[in-house]
T-cell receptor, first 109, second 115 residues
Framework: GQNIDQPTEMTATEGAIVQINCTYQ??????LFWYQQHAGEAPTFLSY??LDGLEEKGRFSSFLSRSKGYSYLLLKELQMKDSASYLC??????????WGAGTKLIIKP | IAGITQAPTSQILAAGRRMTLRCTQD?????MYWYRQDLGLGLRLIHY???????GKGEVPDGYSVSRANTDDFPLTLASAVPSQTSVYFC??????????????FGEGSRLTVL
């Protein structure tokens, strides 16, 4: 079966750096996505990786290793507003998005 | 209207009743999707539409139906609601499903409770 694994919850301190990991097993691969979802709101797109390596976008970076079925989202200079759930999703061979359950990130002052 | 609009935002429904969740987008996107989100689970695809006039089944289609009469509207119907359909429902769209580079645009969600 297809599977996306990410930690259920993480805690970090304001101003620090946090890395959220995602491992996947899917039938085919057409890209990996990270979304941010604040409580009670809709998910919003953060990043897309289809080739191995690091994609940097401001305070957020996303890394992909296709051979290891692994990705991480790196958040730097954490702010209180970064408290949210972070969703990892993989596009499979049929271009269907398979979603992880999300990682709830708690930022403490 | 800007983006995707869903209605209602919240609804309590008696089991056995019929319910339609509405979704309208103004971005002229070809592809539209309906997901449900339950605690501890990832978003699960119910139905999708690659373009107006076509629909397809997702991961959890049973008990749901959709139609895509035009580009903008993609309603989701529960013919006879059951308690297991209690969930938050998200409508989403993208420019193109097959070449989608990931940016799905989501509506604000419809929280449905079936008693």
């Amino acid at each position: 079966g297809q599977n996306i694994d990410q930690p259920t919850e993480m805690t970090a301190t304001e101003g620090a750096i946090v890395q959220i990991n995602c491992t996947y097993q899917t039938s085919g691969f057409n890209g990996l996505f990270w979304y941010q979802q604040h409580a009670g709101e809709a998910p919003t797109f953060l990043s897309y990786n289809v080739l191995d390596g690091l994609e940097e976008k401001g305070r957020f970076s996303s890394f992909l290793s296709r051979s290891k079925g692994y990705s991480y989202l790196l958040l730097k200079e954490l702010q209180m507003k970064d408290s949210a759930s972070y969703l990892c999703a993989v596009s499979d061979s049929n271009y269907q998005l398979i979603w992880g359950a999300g990682t709830k990130l708690i930022i403490k002052p | 209207i800007a983006g995707i609009t869903q209605a209602p935002t919240s609804q309590i429904l008696a089991a056995g009743r019929r319910m339609t969740l509405r979704c309208t987008q103004d971005m002229r996107h070809n592809a539209m999707y309906w997901y449900r989100q339950d605690l501890g689970l990832g978003l699960r695809l119910i139905h999708y539409s690659n373009t107006a006039g076509t629909t397809g089944k997702g991961e959890v289609p049973d008990g749901y139906s959709v139609s895509r009469a035009n580009t903008d509207d993609f309603p989701l119907t529960l013919a006879s609601a059951v308690p297991s359909q209690t969930s938050v429902y998200f409508c989403a769209s993208s420019g193109d499903r097959v070449t989608n580079t990931g940016e799905l645009f989501f509506g604000e969600g419809s929280r449905l409770t079936v008693l």
